[in-house]
Nanobody, 118 residues
Framework: QVQLVESGGGLVQAGGSLRLSCAAS????????MGWYRQAPGKQREFVAT???????NYADFVEGRFTISRVNFKNTVYLQMNSLKPEDAAAYFC????????????WGQGTQVTVSS
């Protein structure tokens, strides 16, 4: 079964940058679209960005050009470069493979915490 391991979170000042990584086990990674999602305390998990197997990207409106999702298939890894971070970006960030019919392909990982100080 595929396991997802997120890393790269931390504490950063507003306006700063972080690069998140999501490493997936298994040999089928390149076939899946992958996405980043986040969940702040007391809020529902929300979509941040997705990237298809072919590299087409899509972002939530709140990203406003500040984040970039990318993937390196031979490393089974998807990245989220986050620039110009705002306090409202603080959340636990998760990756997964969204299914076309809804839901997600893999069990959720532990996530990586992003904290942004003002």
């Amino acid at each position: 079964q595929v396991q997802l391991v997120e890393s790269g979170g931390g504490l950063v000042q507003a306006g700063g940058s972080l690069r998140l990584s999501c490493a997936a086990s298994g040999s089928m990674f390149s076939r899946y679209a992958m996405g980043w999602y986040r969940q702040a305390p007391g809020k529902q998990r929300e979509f941040v960005a997705t990237i298809t197997s072919g590299g087409t990207t899509n972002y939530a409106d709140f990203v406003e050009g500040r984040f970039t999702i990318s993937r390196v298939n031979f490393k089974n890894t998807v990245y989220l470069q986050m620039n110009s971070l705002k306090p409202e970006d603080a959340a636990a960030y998760f990756c997964n493979a969204p299914r076309l019919g809804g839901g997600y392909a893999f069990p959720w990982g532990q996530g990586t915490q992003v904290t942004v100080s003002s």
